[in-house]
Structures are given as C-alpha cells and as structure tokens.
C-alpha cells in the first residue's frame, strides 16, 4: 500500500486546512487509518485515528473539538479537518496504515507510512 498525503500549506493561527491521504495498492479498508505529527526537534506523535469501518475514532487531547478525521473508502481517501489552528499545530502531518480495525496510538501498531506533507501555522 502506498499512502501519499496532500493539503499541508502555511495558514494563519485560527485558520482551517483539510489535509488527504490517498491509498494505492491493495484496499486500506481493512486497516485502522491515522494521522500523526511530527515538529521539529519533538517525537512523532499520534494526533486522530479512525476505524477500519468509520465508526470510531481517537483524537489527542490537543486537537480534540478542533480536528476531524474521515475516510471514504470508496475513494481510498482518509482526511484530516483541522479548524481554528495554532503555532502549536506546525508539524510534519503524517498519514499511517495501522495493523488493527480500530485506531492505536502507538507507533508500532503502523504497518505504512506516507511521505508526509509540511503544516505551518503563523502567529
């Protein structure tokens, strides 16, 4: 499976972006989706995470009420709503296929990576 990210830009504090992770390859349906964020000089860390079949999902505390994540398996397509942005939310956003039907937050649970796509939020 090839996962391939797009939407990252520079935006404003308080703005909104929605970031898109294609698939390719054999069906991401059977896998839990995710995103996770790397700033520079910190871990990667898990942001929102969504179930094989839409029905559940995972956010970290700091994007909770803030970000959305979907998937549309019928495109192949996973996306990420990212509203009222902050400094904070500058990172590397990276999309993961994960080894489960329900989202982990744990690093080791993801079976493919994306290349990544850069977001940068201005104060």
């Known amino acids: 499976v090839q996962l391939v990210e797009s939407g990252g830009e520079l935006v404003q504090a308080g703005g909104s972006l929605r970031l898109s992770c294609a698939a390719f390859g054999r069906t991401p349906s059977i896998y839990a989706m995710a995103w996770f964020r790397q700033a520079p000089g910190k871990e990667r860390e898990f942001v929102a995470g969504?179930?094989?079949?839409?029905?559940?999902?995972d956010y970290a505390d700091s994007v909770k009420g803030r970000f959305s994540i979907s998937r549309d398996n019928a495109k192949n397509t996973v996306y990420l709503q990212m509203n009222v942005l902050e400094p904070e939310d500058t990172a590397v956003y990276y999309c993961?296929?994960?080894?489960?039907?329900?989202?982990?937050?744990?690093?080791?649970?993801?079976?493919?990576w994306g290349q990544g796509t850069q977001v940068t939020v201005s104060s």
């Open positions: 993961a296929a994960q080894n489960a039907r329900v989202p982990s937050r744990d690093l080791s649970s993801v079976r493919f």
């Open positions: 969504i179930s094989w079949s839409g029905d559940s999902t």
